[in-house]
Nanobody, 124 residues
Framework: QVQFVESGGGLVQPGGSLRLSCVAS????????IGWFRQAPGREREGVSC????????YYIDSVKGRFTISRDNVKNTVYLQMDNLQPEDTGLYYC?????????????????WGEGTLVTVSS
């Protein structure tokens, strides 16, 4: 099956950290821009961060700038999201997906290979 497999979620207290992993299954993710998205209960899915397909340029939404770091390891076909200083509003189901270009990821346009997500809960 061609999709991403996300892992690394869990329950963490405010101010804590988690590192999410996203492994491509059934395809080579090297040529795609990869993004992390999240969906909180009762809210629409939103883009969180993207890494480009060619030069590792990155994009973050304002609310996570300075706290989250996206990176990719093309040898391992894996993209990571290091999340520090987590806050309750970061709670949600985190997914990754692929697009042809960074701009597609930023706009959540035509993204593919969605996984089932990994749950992040930030609570005291």
């Amino acid at each position: 099956q061609v999709q991403f497999v996300e892992s690394g979620g869990g329950l963490v207290q405010p101010g804590g950290s988690l590192r999410l992993s996203c492994v491509a299954s059934g395809f080579d993710s090297d040529f795609y821009a990869i993004g992390w998205f999240r969906q909180a209960p009762g809210r629409e899915r939103e883009g969180v961060s993207c890494v480009s397909e060619k030069d590792n340029s990155t994009y973050y939404i304002d609310s996570v700038k300075g706290r989250f770091t996206i990176s990719r390891d093309n040898v391992k076909n894996t993209v990571y999201l290091q999340m520090d200083n987590l806050q309750p509003e970061d709670t949600g189901l985190y997914y990754c997906a692929a697009g042809f270009y960074l701009v597609d990821c930023v706009r959540n346009y035509g993204m593919e290979f969605w996984g089932e997500g990994t749950l992040v809960t930030v609570s005291s």
